[in-house]
């Protein structure tokens, strides 16, 4: 049986996939989790296998949720040398005391690393018959909360220290804006993380914090399978 909605990516699907566990909804969902560096019948040599994901997106909406570590990757610890930049619009408070780097010199780093890791969007998208989303990957937790769940992150942030608040919330924003330029270079929508499981701060409510330094939970899953109900029953 074909399904209504087909959802793909990599770690960011789990809450999507922890919802749906529960879900009595009427809708078909068809959930695919992807590991590029493992080769399967869905991914081989880093590449998306064609064949495999043709039939899945033969469906009214198809969820994208590619990536969206790499912010935290390059700044959840401190770098050896602390740094710090204006974000012209967003955020243009600075720490003086740290090297300030140039606005376009940062934007065009986060800009090269993350397209490349957004290529099976671009490979995957022409095999769609109907919308496509690109979902925003979750901003980032509060400093309390990374320190009681470093997971992975654990050594580099206790050898370093953990990069200011602020710093990493700007890096996000740069990074999600890559994400919305490639969603609509490729004629996909932009599918931002849910204001109501932000903050006021700019960070993932503690209501909708999984328990690691990165990821939201179920609860936020359940919010995403909402809205994208409400999405598929606008489709004609």
Known sequence: ??????????SNTDAIAMALKTYKG????????????IDSEVFVGEQPNI??????FQVKLAVLALW??????????????????????????VDESRRIIPFQQIKRNVNNNVRYRLDAARILRPLASGKVLMMEPPPPN??????????????????????PAPI????????????????????????????????PDGFIAPEYRYRDPTHANALYGHKVIERLEQIHGALS
């Open 1 to 10: 049986m074909q399904a209504d909605i087909f959802i793909t990516g990599m």
């Open 51 to 56: 064949e495999f994901f043709r039939p899945r």
């Open 142 to 163: 509060d400093d309390e909360h990374i320190h009681q769940f470093p997971s992975t992150f654990r050594e580099p942030i206790e050898a370093s220290g953990l990069t």
């Open 68 to 93: 969206g570590n790499w912010y935290n990757s390059v700044g959840i610890a401190e770098h050896p040398e602390k740094f710090d930049f204006i974000y012209p619009g967003f955020d243009e408070d």
């Open 168 to 199: 990493r919330r700007k890096l996000w924003k740069l990074q999600s804006q890559v994400y919305a330029d490639v969603a609509k270079e490729l004629d996909m929508d932009f599918f931002p993380f849910l204001p109501e499981a932000t903050s």
């Open 26 to 37: 009427s809708l078909k969902f068809d959930l695919v989790r992807i590991n590029p560096k």
